[in-house]
């Protein structure tokens, strides 16, 4: 009798599960963000005026946070690669290092927040800033998210267990990384 529970060790659809379990999270994360970045640009559309607003923003601080995120995407695939050749310790290291980026990234945010904030544009300033907060809130908590359980995973592998699940986090922070490749022209290069 195996250790592992059913729903860990079958197959549904040609996959394992565990993978198609991330897919239909990121089908359905992708609904979220669709909706709110469709009805940005509609509103975007409707109101001249948010170029104007927009122009507040610091694109050199979201090209910094790009890099970040997609450097922190390397490091996950190279977690992965690791995890294939069965060395768990190396896969946590990268995993370790994905994760600060990730810290990285919200540091960033944080800074370039509490400018913003300190200089009147707050959420409740106009729609813009409330899409703009909206949107990257809810970014930065998919980050924070994919960390913690990055740092979970990281723990298993780093003994060489359940290496399969480095390549699910993979996917998923690979999702975060694609939605900031959304947000950024859209929040910071478009004024």
């Known amino acids: 009798m195996s250790a592992r529970p059913i729903a860990t060790t079958r197959s549904a659809a040609g996959m394992p599960t565990a993978r198609l379990a991330v897919w239909w999270i990121i089908a359905s994360e992708i609904v979220i963000f669709g909706g709110l970045?469709?009805?940005?640009?509609?509103?975007?559309?409707?109101?001249g005026i948010w170029a104007d607003y927009a122009a507040n923003t610091n694109p050199w601080i979201g090209l910094t946070n790009t890099f970040v995120l997609l450097?922190?995407?390397?490091?996950?695939?190279?977690?992965?690669?690791?995890?294939?050749?069965?060395?768990?310790?190396?896969?946590?290291?990268?995993?370790?290092?994905?994760?600060?980026?990730?810290?990285?990234?919200?540091?960033?945010?944080?800074?370039?927040?509490?400018?913003?904030?300190?200089?009147?544009?707050?959420?409740?300033?106009?729609?813009?800033?409330?899409?703009?907060?909206?949107?990257?809130?809810?970014?930065?908590?998919?980050?924070?998210?994919?960390?913690?359980?990055?740092?979970?995973?990281?723990?298993?592998?780093?003994?060489?267990?359940?290496?399969?699940?480095v390549e699910i986090i993979g996917i998923y922070w690979h999702f975060v990384d694609i939605v900031w490749i959304f947000l950024f022209p859209l929040l910071y290069l478009m004024g």
């Open 37 to 47: 970045l469709g009805s940005y640009i509609m509103h975007r559309l409707a109101h």
């Open 71 to 165: 450097t922190s995407s390397l490091f996950a695939v190279l977690a992965h690669q690791a995890a294939e050749r069965g060395d768990g310790k190396r896969a946590a290291n990268l995993l370790y290092a994905t994760c600060g980026g990730g810290l990285l990234f919200l540091c960033i945010k944080a800074y370039e927040w509490s400018y913003e904030i300190s200089h009147g544009m707050t959420i409740t300033a106009n729609t813009f800033w409330s899409f703009y907060y909206t949107a990257a809130g809810i970014h930065a908590a998919h980050v924070i998210a994919g960390c913690i359980i990055m740092l979970f995973v990281a723990q298993t592998a780093k003994q060489n267990l359940e290496l399969h699940r």
